[in-house]
């Protein structure tokens, strides 16, 4: 059983920067799937970034790049997600999600590893 705990949300102005990490126990996240979703009060949950297990392939909505970074850490089993120029819009529970499969996921459904979330709430 794969378990999934994220840290480092919080509360930071605009503009600022926050870096996610996620910390997997109980199985190796090195060929998984990874990404990073959120979801805003009275929003649906949104994909943010993910990288591919079996390669560096990566994928971001429109609405971070060029500001956030998905990494992984295959040594400390992690997946961190740098934000930096974080905007209003950015407040909203941040979820990291783990899939076994060969190809880049972005749909939540795609995911059967979950952690709890962090909240990252940014001012004005």
């Known amino acids: 059983q794969l378990h999934l705990v994220e840290s480092g949300g919080g509360l930071v102005q605009s503009g600022g920067s926050l870096r996610l990490s996620c910390v997997a126990s109980?199985?190796?996240?090195?060929?998984?799937?990874v990404g990073w979703f959120r979801q805003a009060p009275g929003k649906e949950r949104e994909g943010v970034a993910f990288?591919?297990?079996?390669?560096?392939?990566?994928y971001y909505t429109d609405s971070v790049k060029d500001r956030f970074t998905i990494s992984r850490d295959n040594a400390k089993n992690t997946v961190s997600l740098q934000m930096n120029n974080l905007k209003p819009e950015d407040t909203a529970v941040y979820y990291c999600?783990?899939?076994?499969?060969?190809?880049?996921?972005?749909?939540?459904?795609?995911?059967?590893?979950w952690g709890q979330g962090t909240q990252v709430t940014v001012s004005p």
């Open positions: 109980g199985k190796s996240l090195r060929h998984y799937v």
């Open positions: 999600a783990a899939a076994f499969k060969g190809v880049l996921l972005i749909d939540a459904g795609d995911y059967d590893n």
């Open positions: 990288k591919g297990g079996f390669d560096n392939s990566e």
